[in-house]
């Protein structure tokens, strides 16, 4: 990579950054609102599902636009739309009675910066000339574990000196950040992925099993790494009976370094090695250690399961990236955005699902006498289940993970046939 790049490569990473604020900053501040403005566990998974939905359509729209007008104007746009989506949100409960429509309206505004990230990121890295195509993606990948661990600790340590009730000024201090990268961005330089005689088209990648499979597999994955790492603040406070602060700084905060690390290592040492051979025990670790977590008699086991399930799903996202960008080196804007489209409609659906399960699962019959038969209190029972579901997806990410080696190994075959 020539010296040139650099800042761009800077400002990608500070943006990664930023996607990694978008996702997490809310989450922290989830206990705060619901004790001043009374918000549900259901709520709360709107609010997580609304997020990654407006991704998803903000993956599919702006898909077409990158590459017909270039990605330098919607890397500018992303942050410009975090800082203003901010703003509604911290200024909802000064205007309205019911502050949730305007948490809603600002989520939905500064959720189309991540789907936005999520495509033409990806586009500018791999426009960068070199070789060295998964090692930048993993360490931009990584940048977002490192941003949710700033984010983490920076908001929960905030919230601890100054007092939740000032939960508002510590959101505005974190818009400086998104106003910083669209300077970033207004000044680097940025080169075209592919030129569009070469590139392959949509209905090109269409034909391909592969593609079909990738897109299954990162749905999964992102189903499993965001309902892992957005729900290991509530469910360290309220199920583990960890104070916030504690749980925060030694849980969440361990738990995204872990997410940066698991990608960091594999941009250093791992772009000879086939990631497919390294996230297969990383699904099976995630599930283990989410059941471990949500049985663990002693809240440091809890804490310590929630860790390493982060770890097991470090390399699921950008993982499913590398494998895609191997399998279709020619593909253009709108193979990143079917990835991150496939990624968020995970993301949204499993933190989803989990609320639901945070919810209600004390009302499932069979749940209900094996919740009498504990000494937990409602919201901790319920809470551990969601933690046992979440297993679940991992599972589901090792199963996908087997077809897709299986078939891709199968088309390699006919093909040197």
Not at 62 to 83: E, H, K, M, Q
Not at 161 to 184: H, K, R
């Amino acid at each position: 990579m020539s010296k040139q790049y650099r800042s761009t490569v800077a400002a990608c990473y500070t943006a990664n950054f930023i996607g990694a604020l978008v996702i997490h900053l809310t989450p922290i501040l989830f206990v705060p609102l619901k004790l001043i403005y009374g918000l549900s566990y259901t709520q709360f998974g709107i609010l997580l599902a609304v997020n990654y939905c407006t991704q998803v359509g903000s993956d599919f729209l702006f898909s077409f636009l990158i590459d017909r007008y270039g990605s330098r104007r919607f890397a500018i746009l992303a942050p410009v739309l975090t800082a203003a989506g901010y703003l509604i949100f911290l200024l909802s409960p000064e205007f309205l009675n019911d502050p949730f429509p305007g948490f809603l309206a600002g989520t939905i505004l500064f959720s189309a910066t991540g789907g936005i990230l999520e495509v033409v990121l990806n586009v500018i890295i791999n426009g960068i000339p070199g070789e060295e195509k998964s090692t930048l993606i993993s360490v931009l990948h990584s940048f977002y574990g490192w941003g949710t661990l700033a984010v983490v600790l920076t908001t929960t340590l905030a919230l601890w000196i100054f007092g939740t009730a000032n939960w508002q000024f510590i959101m505005a201090a974190w818009i400086a950040l998104p106003l910083f990268n669209t300077w970033q961005f207004c000044r680097c330089p940025i080169s075209a992925n592919v030129a569009e005689c070469e590139r392959m088209g949509a209905a090109a990648l269409l034909k391909f099993k592969e593609f079909y499979l990738v897109i299954a597999l990162i749905t999964v994955g992102g189903m499993t790494e965001v309902t892992i790492t957005l729900w290991l603040s509530p469910f360290l406070e309220r199920a583990a009976n960890i104070p916030k602060v504690i749980g925060d700084t030694a849980g969440v905060c361990l738990a995204a370094a872990m997410l940066g690390a698991g990608r960091l290592l594999y941009g250093i040492y791992g772009a000879k090695i086939d990631v497919w051979k390294l996230m297969l025990p990383g699904t099976l670790l995630a599930a283990l250690s989410c059941i471990a977590a949500a049985v663990a008699p002693f809240p440091a086991l809890s804490l310590a399961g929630c860790v390493l399930a982060t770890l097991g799903a470090s390399l699921l996202w950008p993982g499913s990236v590398v494998l895609a960008t191997r399998q279709f080196p020619l593909a253009g804007a709108w193979l990143f955005a079917m990835l991150a489209l496939g990624g968020d409609l995970g993301a949204a659906l499993g933190p989803y699902l989990t609320g639901i399960a945070a919810d209600h699962a004390d009302k499932i019959p069979f749940l209900t006498e094996l919740r009498n038969s504990t000494a937990l209190s409602t919201e901790q029972f319920n809470l551990r289940t969601a933690m046992c579901l979440t297993a679940l997806f991992p599972l589901l990410t090792a199963v996908m993970l087997l077809i897709f080696n299986c078939v891709r190994v199968r088309s390699t075959a006919n093909t040197s046939a």
